[in-house]
């Protein structure tokens, strides 16, 4: 690679919200060998929401483990925000997840003895964030999903539609650079599911966070502003 392909390569990984540079993941099970990802690349802009599509067993869950720290790639590199994730260690890696990523997950995972408001500020409890700070941007992103009613209930007490959106505000509570969300509206009837993607829409037009969507739905993906579909571990604009 010459100086100035290098140069531009790394202006794109300072610059970009998410950067995916070739990479392969490969599972071993026993003596077979499976390709999730084969040399994918792409890069997310700040402030982007693009959504990727693909059949199951395509390496889209993958792909996000691998943005989030959570499993390392066979080859190539991960980069958020101009940090390289896939060269961190465990404990660098789940506190740089902790700080610059919000996760929404097409299962809720709430704490079923804590209230929604303790569920959202569980993960500024983790960071060792003071009562004073927790409170006010609990409020805060449970104002943005519109949620502020249902702070004291119980989860067990609410719609699917709201703990859905009350995991959109634990994900914004941390201010985070990227938010990953693998199927969120999955389990959500129509109604419900429009009123998390356009929360979803405002936390990238309002508050200017770049979402990464993992989708098989067509009408959730038409709310990002580009579709990726991946395809055999390698991704194909739509």
């Known amino acids: 690679m010459g100086p100035k392909i290098a140069e531009a390569k790394a202006s794109v990984v300072r610059s970009a919200a998410i950067v995916a540079d ?7 099970q ?19 929401f693009v ?11 993958t792909l996000l483990n691998l943005i989030a720290g959570l499993d390392l790639p ?11 994730v896939s060269s961190m260690g465990d404990d660098e890696a789940t506190v740089f997840r902790r700080r610059n990523m919000g996760f929404i997950y097409q299962h809720f995972n709430f704490l079923a003895d804590l209230t929604i408001e303790e569920n959202v500020g569980a993960p ?18 449970l104002d943005q999903v519109g949620l502020l009613d249902r702070r004291h209930h119980l989860p067990s007490t609410v719609s699917g539609g709201e703990l859905q959106r009350a995991a ?4 914004l509570v941390v201010e985070p650079a990227v938010l990953l969300a693998d199927e969120p509206t999955g389990n959500l009837d129509s109604v419900a599911s429009e009123r998390v993607l356009l929360d979803m829409r405002r ?8 979402i990464l969507l993992v989708t098989h739905n067509h009408i959730a993906a038409a709310y990002g502003d580009r579709t990726v579909k991946l395809l055999d571990g390698s991704f194909q604009e739509t």
């Open 30 to 48: 026993g003596d077979v060998e499976v390709r999730a990802l084969v040399a994918a690349s792409l890069t997310v802009s700040e402030g982007e």
């Open 74 to 84: 066979t080859d190539g590199a991960i980069y958020v925000h101009g940090h390289c």
């Open 168 to 171: 959109i505000a634990r994900a």
């Open 51 to 61: 959504a990727i599509m693909g059949p199951s067993g395509s390496g889209k869950s």
């Open 22 to 28: 070739r990479v392969s993941k490969v599972f071993v």
């Open 124 to 141: 500024l409890m983790l960071d060792g964030c003071n009562r004073a700070d927790i409170e006010s941007r609990v409020e805060q992103a």
């Open 203 to 210: 936390a990238v037009d309002d508050l200017g966070r770049t």
